[in-house]
């Protein structure tokens, strides 16, 4: 049972426009939700959250957007460089428990 | 460096065998998180360890087994080895026994690589 998905595994694009990212859950009792990523030969490494309280967080130049009535959560990444060419995982969980459930990852390429 | 040690990096074995996964966590965290990512699949909780005592179980074979030490350090110990265990074996760690409490979720390990021929 796969409680979080990403259903793109990889998007392409160009320096300077926008990369969305996107994720679905299903499991209701999700609160809390994260977006790590992952260059190769590393561990992952945290990028952005949201609280199921709020719909929009932003850090830079990166914004993650939660529509809690359709299970669906988006990473934006505006303008997209280079160097966010990586795996990006999203994660739920339970802000009452300790295990995150990740999505399966979405390679993202950044051409310059 | 995320502060996170995991070794060994690398480790090739037999099927049948059994093998042993060492991580160090970052300077003052409590907690420990093993997490297995398998060929194009997100990464999936094994066992959660706080202060030395177990707090939360996944999906963990029976094959496996962890612990953590009083030096905070923890071992994921994998025994009878199948091809199907092949994988990325992470260890996490954050500050407390609820993650989010440090406001930037897990702190990851590089991982170890296993594969079993």
């Known amino acids: 049972d796969q409680q979080v998905k990403q259903n793109s595994p990889s998007l392409s694009v160009q320096e300077g426009r926008i990369s969305i990212l996107n994720c679905d859950y299903t499991?209701?009792?999700?609160?809390?939700f994260l977006w790590y990523k992952k260059y190769p030969a590393e561990g992952p490494t945290f990028l952005i959250s949201?609280?199921?309280?709020?719909d929009k967080n932003e850090d830079g130049r990166f914004t993650v957007f939660l529509n809690k009535s359709a299970k669906h959560l988006s990473l934006h990444i505006v303008p997209s460089q280079p160097g966010d060419s990586a795996v990006y995982f999203c994660?739920?969980?339970?802000?009452?428990?300790?295990?995150?459930?990740f999505g399966e990852g979405t390679q993202l390429t950044v051409n310059p | 460096d995320s502060g996170v040690t995991q070794t060994p990096k690398h480790l090739i074995t037999a099927t049948g065998q059994r093998v042993t996964l060492r991580c160090s966590p970052r300077?003052?965290?409590?907690?420990v998180y093993w997490y297995q990512q398998s060929l194009d699949q997100g990464l999936q909780f094994l066992i959660h360890?706080?202060?030395?005592?177990?707090?939360a179980k996944g999906n963990i074979l029976e094959r496996f087994s962890a612990q953590q030490f009083p030096d905070l350090h923890s071992e994921l110990n994998l025994s009878s080895l199948e091809l199907g265990d092949s994988a990325l074996y992470f260890c996490?760690?954050?500050?407390?026994?609820?993650?989010?409490?440090?406001?930037?979720?897990?702190?990851f390990g590089s991982g170890t690589r296993l594969t079993v021929v």
């Open positions: 360890y706080y202060n030395g005592e177990e707090r």
């Open positions: 300077s003052g965290d409590l907690s």
């Open positions: 996490a760690s954050s500050l407390n026994g609820n993650h989010l409490r440090t406001a930037y979720g897990y702190t």
């Open positions: 499991n209701s009792m999700f609160d809390y």
């Open positions: 949201i609280s199921s309280i709020k």
């Open positions: 994660a739920a969980t339970r802000t009452s428990g300790s295990r995150l459930t």
